[in-house]
């Protein structure tokens, strides 16, 4: 059998990490009884801490690190559940401005606590077997590794 090309490199190592993690947090969100994924509730959250004005697609995404094919799936997947509605931005028609539903917005408020439980576990479990000055570490790496990527 032939070695995968992208064998042991760091960049399939940090998609490797990525997927664990969606699956670790996915899993936790279906035991709670939420039958969303981590990126359609990262959405969800991020409408719901900044209520104060609606946010646009695009604000999203960037706030994200989504591709716009992604959010859009997510939103019209969000829009289908009832849980968000979307608007064309009175400013500007081509922008899509987005805000949580009645139901949405109860959702978040009922569950916003669960969800960032559960992220919190996630992320402990991720680092469980490190110390403290290598998690500090790890996070100014991956810090750097964004911010140049970005």
Same mark, same amino acid.
């Given at each position: @059998?032939?070695?995968?090309?992208?064998?042991?490199?760091?960049?399939?190592?940090?998609? @490797?990490?990525?997927?664990?993690?969606?699956?670790?947090m996915n899993n936790g969100l279906k035991a709670l009884d939420i039958s969303l994924t981590g *990126?359609?509730?990262?959405?969800? @959250?991020?409408?719901?801490?900044? *209520?104060?004005?609606?946010?646009?697609?695009? +604000?999203?995404?960037?706030?994200?690190?989504?591709?716009?094919?992604?959010?859009?799936?997510?939103?019209?997947?969000?829009?289908?559940?009832?849980?968000?509605?979307?608007?064309?931005?009175?400013?500007?028609?081509?922008?899509?401005?987005?805000r949580l539903t009645p139901a949405g917005t109860w959702f978040m408020k009922n569950h916003a606590?669960?969800?960032?439980? +559960?992220?919190?576990?996630?992320?402990d479990k991720l680092v469980s077997n490190m110390s403290a000055a290598d998690q500090a570490t790890?996070?100014?790496?991956? *810090? *750097?590794?964004?911010?140049? @990527?970005?």
């Amino acid at each position: @059998m032939a070695t995968p090309f992208f064998k042991d490199t760091l960049a399939q190592q940090l998609k @490797m990490l990525n997927l664990a993690v969606e699956k670790e947090m996915n899993n936790g969100l279906k035991a709670l009884d939420i039958s969303l994924t981590g *990126t359609q509730v990262a959405v969800l @959250m991020q409408l719901y801490l900044n *209520t104060d004005q609606p946010l646009t697609q695009k +604000q999203v995404e960037i706030a994200l690190k989504l591709s716009h094919p992604t959010t859009r799936g997510i939103i019209k997947r969000l829009v289908a559940t009832g849980l968000l509605q979307t608007t064309p931005a009175a400013d500007d028609q081509r922008q899509i401005e987005l805000r949580l539903t009645p139901a949405g917005t109860w959702f978040m408020k009922n569950h916003a606590d669960q969800i960032q439980a +559960q992220v919190t576990q996630t992320e402990d479990k991720l680092v469980s077997n490190m110390s403290a000055a290598d998690q500090a570490t790890l996070q100014r790496l991956l *810090t *750097t590794l964004l911010t140049t @990527m970005y």
